[in-house]
């Protein structure tokens, strides 16, 4: 089993700035890939920004320059820097994992933090 805690979620006001954190725990022998995906309501699910082992990041053209993606692999965490925020970055954010176990991928999420940007 594994489980993703999910963390830093909250209202804040625009310009404001937040961190999201995703520790993973369980039956993980190696994490490949970590990311924040978003869904507003009555939108779908989108990438919001993804970091590989090696440090290599991807980030959706909207929070380029805003968002920073990170990793602690010791801790097999994931952290997510938003600054500047905007209304528009209103959503319930979501953790995936791709990891291995006993040499099989598996791809996991996380149950989601709320983020509000509002005045």
């Known amino acids: 089993q594994v489980q993703l805690v999910e963390s830093g979620g909250g209202l804040v006001q625009p310009g404001g700035s937040l961190r999201l954190s995703c520790a993973a725990s369980g039956s993980i022998d190696s994490i490949y890939n970590m990311g924040w995906y978003r869904q507003a309501p009555g939108k779908q699910r989108e990438l919001v920004a993804a970091?590989?082992?090696?440090?290599?990041?991807d980030y959706r053209a909207s929070v380029k320059g805003r968002f920073t993606i990170s990793r602690d692999n010791a801790k097999n965490t994931v952290y997510l820097q938003m600054n500047s925020l905007k209304p528009e970055d209103t959503a319930v954010y979501y953790c995936n994992v791709g990891y291995y176990s006993d040499y099989i991928p598996y791809d996991y999420w996380g149950r989601g933090t709320q983020v509000t940007v509002s005045s």
């Open positions: 970091i590989t082992s090696g440090g290599t990041t």
